[in-house]
């Protein structure tokens, strides 16, 4: 198993990004993926998690209302829509496995593929 994020960029506040993280393998359609970030001099934080059927999500307080996640098994791919994006969401988003618990820890994850930076400038 592999994952790999890429769509990151410059976009300034207010704007939308939308991340997408390719998976290979064929278990894919099995497993919770989560979406991760971290900035600068800061720990790796939960972003967004998704089970593997696309029926369940779960979100970060800070990103509620503002990103939708997103999978397309067909395409062994997990979204990340981001819009209202704010100079605070400036960080290198990952996306990685969930192991089984279902949680919001970076530990709960492995298979953390290398991030893409999102920059977001005023």
């Known amino acids: 198993v592999q994952l790999q994020a890429f769509g990151g960029g410059l976009v300034q506040a207010g704007g939308s990004l939308r991340l997408s993280c390719a998976a290979s393998?064929?278990?894919?359609?099995?497993?919770?993926v989560g979406w991760f970030r971290q900035a600068p001099g800061n720990e790796r934080e939960f972003v967004a998690a998704i089970s593997w059927s696309g029926g369940s999500t779960s979100y970060a307080d800070s990103v509620k209302g503002r990103f939708t996640i997103s999978r397309d098994n067909a395409k062994n791919t997990v979204y990340l829509q981001m819009n209202s994006l704010k100079l605070e969401d400036t960080a290198v988003y990952y996306c990685?496995?969930?192991?089984?618990?279902?949680?919001?820890?970076?530990?709960?994850?492995?298979?953390w593929g290398q991030g893409t930076l999102v920059t977001v400038s005023s």
């Open positions: 393998g064929r278990t894919f359609s099995t497993y919770r």
């Open positions: 990685a496995r969930d192991r089984g618990y279902r949680g919001q820890r970076p530990y709960e994850y492995d298979y």
